[in-house]
Every structure is written in C-alpha cells, then in structure tokens.
C-alpha cells in the first residue's frame, strides 16, 4: 500500500522539522516592517519640512521682491523729495514753510 502525505502549506514545506527557523523568519519580517515603518515616518516629516521651507522660501522671495520694489522708488527724484517734505519737513529755496 502506497502511503499518502498530507498536503503541507509553504510554511510547512519550508520549515519542516526545523522549528527555530520559523522563528528566524518572523523575526526577519519584524525587523523589516519596522524599518519600513521608520523610513515611512521619515519620509513624512522630510515632506512636512519641504513643504515649510516652500512656503518659507515663497514668502521671502516675495519680500525680496517688495524690498527691490522700495530701492526703486527710492532712487526716483519725485520720490525722495516727497519724502523730504513730508517725513523730514524740508521746503525748497523760495518757499513758505507749511505746519499742519
């Protein structure tokens, strides 16, 4: 009479007979999630940081862009002279002082 073996799974195939091997594989997929984990978790705050300093750089060109506007208002003769009446009550030669 022929003998029939009962159909093993993967599992069973793989680690018949050797118990300490089965733990070995769960360790190995432990360790594996978890540094998936780990490197998800840093990727994310990565993101998060790439994000802030977008945002951080947007704002500063953005400045950047007001301040060059203020330079070229600044060298404009119309300008600096509105600004010397107004701020620092200057009046050109001839006329009368006004005092609000």
């Known amino acids: 009479m022929r003998r029939v073996e009962r159909h093993r799974g993967l599992f069973g195939r793989l680690f018949h007979g050797h118990p300490w091997l089965y733990v070995i594989f769960i360790i190995a997929i432990g360790i594996t999630c978890y540094t998936a984990v780990v490197n ?12 802030h300093l977008v945002e951080e ?11 060059k506007q ?14 010397a009446r107004e701020d620092l009550g200057l009046v050109k030669d001839g006329e009368v002082p006004y005092i609000k």
């Not at 998800?40 to 994000?51: G, T």
Request: charged residues 40%.
């Open 70 to 83: 203020k330079i070229s208002d600044l060298n404009d003769p119309k300008v600096i002279e509105k600004k």
């Open 40 to 51: 998800l978790y840093y990727f994310w705050e990565i993101k998060q940081q790439e994000a």
């Open 57 to 67: 750089r947007d704002a500063l060109r953005q400045e950047q862009s007001e301040m």
